[in-house]
């Protein structure tokens, strides 16, 4: 199983940002997904989910309206596309596969900046 | 949304220790406990389902115990690989939510 994120990097407060995430090693249409972040000096905070069908999504309160998730199910990818990117949205993020209420893989994770 | 304290936040210990970390639920999440490890520029590691259940590839020295609000993540002898941070995680409501984290350093 490998996880590999990609596309962050530094962008203005009120931009938006489009991170991916490349799934291989395992039947990806077969796992719910999910993106968390950890900020500078914090802990992990869980951000959005997507079921495996693509057709069910979710998202923490603090990224709602801001963020979508996504899936290329022929592509094996996940995607988390941000907009109105604030200061605090400043993070690592990574994607994790779920199963039986866990997340067992992880991503090495991919950095945001929002600075001016 | 259900809340996760973990105590204490931060510990020293030596190689050899037996650690102990818990996790309280501000409500009942049943066995809805998960653990993990996270290292710096790492991907972080789970250790522990279901509260109790060892990660295959886990070494056994890791367990966990606890239901309804209050749970334990044990290490029995800490090596020096497992100086880390460690969250716990519930995934009781489609809200799932982390623990604050609990950092172990090297007395």
């Not at chain 2, 790492?42 to 250790?47: C, D, G, I, R, V």
């Not at chain 2, 044990?74 to 623990?99: K, M, N, R, V």
């Amino acid at each position: 199983v490998q996880l590999v994120e990609s596309g962050g990097g530094l962008v203005q407060p009120g931009g938006s940002l489009r991170l991916s995430c490349a799934a291989s090693g395992f039947t990806f249409s077969g796992y719910d997904m999910n993106w968390v972040r950890q900020a500078p000096g914090k802990g992990l905070e869980y951000v959005s989910a997507i079921s495996s069908d693509g057709v069910t999504t979710f998202y923490a309160n603090s990224v709602k309206g801001r963020f979508t998730v996504s899936r290329d199910m022929s592509g094996n990818t996940l995607y988390l596309q941000m907009g109105s990117l604030r200061p605090d949205d400043m993070a690592v993020y990574y994607c994790a596969r779920a199963i039986n209420w866990s997340l067992d893989y992880w991503g090495q994770g991919t950095l945001v900046t929002v600075s001016s | 949304d259900i809340q996760l304290t973990q105590s204490p936040s931060s510990l020293s210990a030596s190689v050899g220790d037996r650690v102990t970390i818990t996790c309280r639920a501000s409500q009942s999440i049943a066995t809805f406990l998960n653990w993990y490890q996270h290292k710096p520029g790492k991907a972080p590691k789970l250790l522990i389902y279901a509260a109790s259940s060892l990660q295959s590839g886990v070494p056994s020295r890791f367990s966990g115990s606890g239901s309804g609000t209050d749970f334990t993540l044990t290490i029995s002898s800490l090596q020096p690989e497992d100086f880390a941070s460690y969250y716990c995680q519930q995934s009781h409501t489609i809200q799932w939510t982390f623990g604050q984290g609990t950092k172990v350093e090297i007395k």
